[in-house]
Every structure is written in C-alpha cells, then in structure tokens.
C-alpha cells in the first residue's frame, strides 16, 4: 500500500470581489466590424475562383485547338527571355571586370612613381658596383701581365 501514490489535491482561489468579465466592449466592436468585411472577402475569393473555373472551361478546347502553334511560341519565348537574361547577367560581370581592373591599374599607377625610384637607385647601386669590380678586375689582368714579362 505504501506503494499507491496518495492523491493531491490542487485548490484554486479566485480573486474576492472581482466578477469574471466577458469581452469588453472594443473587442466586440472589432469582431462587429471586421464579421462583415472578412465575410466579402471570402465572397470576393468564391467568386474568382467561379471566374477561374469557368475561364478555363472555356479556354481548354481553344489551347488543345492552338497547341501546336502556342507550344513553338511558348518556346520561343522562353528562349527569347532566357537568352535576354544571360545576356544582362554577362554584361554585368563584364562591366564588374572591368571595373576590377580600372581601379588594378589606378593603384598600380599610384604606386609605380616610388616603385620606379626604387628601382633607379638599385640599378645605379648595381651600376657602381659593376663599373668597380670591372675595374678591380681590369688592375688584377694588367699586374698578373707585368708579372708575366
């Protein structure tokens, strides 16, 4: 028996001198308003969808008639805009590769004066250093040849 759960017992109190209220009087109103409104626009869908029903009802028996004359222009169609779309979409990146590479070259040239400053003075260094190992090779060639005579 120890076993059983003992059953609990949940009391609720309500508030003392509080009556429970229905929906005030704003709430109503809305419901009021809005109970027509909803009801014409469910009228309005039932009525395009009679519209739509009846619309294909009629144009069936002309598309099977015309099929073999709307399917190629169909087609031709969605080539025509499929190819229209491409065609943007390339032109787009083409312009974007261009624009890559205008402002590449923009801030190449911006910074090719110092890189060609550099550049002069490492060669003038490699100048000088050439021009003085010639000539210590030259004074080397001409002692060994008074050495040899």
């Known amino acids: ?3 059983r ?3 609990h017992q949940v009391q609720v ?3 003392k001198g509080q009556q429970q209220q229905g929906p005030s009087a704003s709430k109503v109103l809305a419901v009021l308003t809005m109970l027509p409104v909803g009801g014409g626009f469910l009228a309005l ?7 739509t029903l009846i619309g294909l009802a009629v144009t069936t028996p002309l ?3 015309f099929s073999p004359v709307l399917f190629p222009a169909a087609l031709a169609i969605g080539f025509a805009v499929t190819s229209f779309l491409a065609s943007g979409a390339l032109g787009l990146t ?3 590769s261009l624009s890559w590479v205008g402002r590449y070259i923009l801030e190449a040239t911006r910074t090719m004066p110092e890189s060609l400053d550099q550049a002069k003075r490492h060669m003038q260094d490699m100048a000088g250093y050439v021009g003085q190992k010639t000539k210590e090779v030259g004074q080397e060639i001409q002692r ?3 050495e040899g005579k």
């Open 1 to 3: 028996m120890a076993d």
């Open 5 to 7: 759960m003992q059953p």
């Open 144 to 146: 060994k040849a008074h």
């Open 63 to 65: 598309f099977i008639l």
């Open 13 to 15: 109190h309500g508030l």
């Open 45 to 51: 869908a039932g009525i395009t969808l009679v519209g």
């Open 94 to 96: 083409g312009f974007s």
